[in-house]
């Protein structure tokens, strides 16, 4: 892992402000690290490309929500069937704060490759999300669906642009 750390990648405030022990076991941890050396340390390396070319800015990343343990995922209201609950997901944020470009960017870099799912979580009504959910493979393991979405209202639909 290049850009991020495990400590990154499991760190939530809401469980340790509730004393939740949320280390993952090895299988989890396994899948952290493939997703994380397989995805998403590419995409921050080619954000910071990205950011340079364009004077962005900051060029770093921040996971918001990386892996969620079954009682943390619960404490936050997650899917039952979250793929962060199996470390395949991460929701991202630029540290730059430019989501409008950051959302175009994921959804550009992504084009030619394999992942599940690709959300712009809670989109105002200029579609600006809050975060971009990016999962690299479905809780089955397996699938990757290459699904782009939108949540607007606490519904998913198409990603708009």
Known sequence: ?????LQE???SDTAKARGIDNTPGAEHEAHIVESIETLID???????????????GKVGIRISSGY????LNKAVGGS????HCHGYAFDLVPTNGKMREFKRFCREFLADK??????????NDQGVPNWMHVGYKHPDGVLQRRQYLSMIGGKYYPMTN
Do not use: N
């Not at 039952?80 to 793929?83: H, P």
């Not at 992942?115 to 809670?122: H, N, P, R, V």
């Open 1 to 5: 892992m290049r850009y991020f750390t």
């Open 9 to 11: 990648c499991i760190h």
């Open 42 to 56: 590419p995409l921050r390396e080619a954000w910071e490309a990205y950011c340079r070319q364009h004077d962005l």
């Open 68 to 71: 969620r343990g079954p009682e």
């Open 80 to 83: 039952s069937t979250s793929a």
């Open 114 to 123: 394999a992942f599940d799912q690709l959300i712009s979580e809670k989109e």
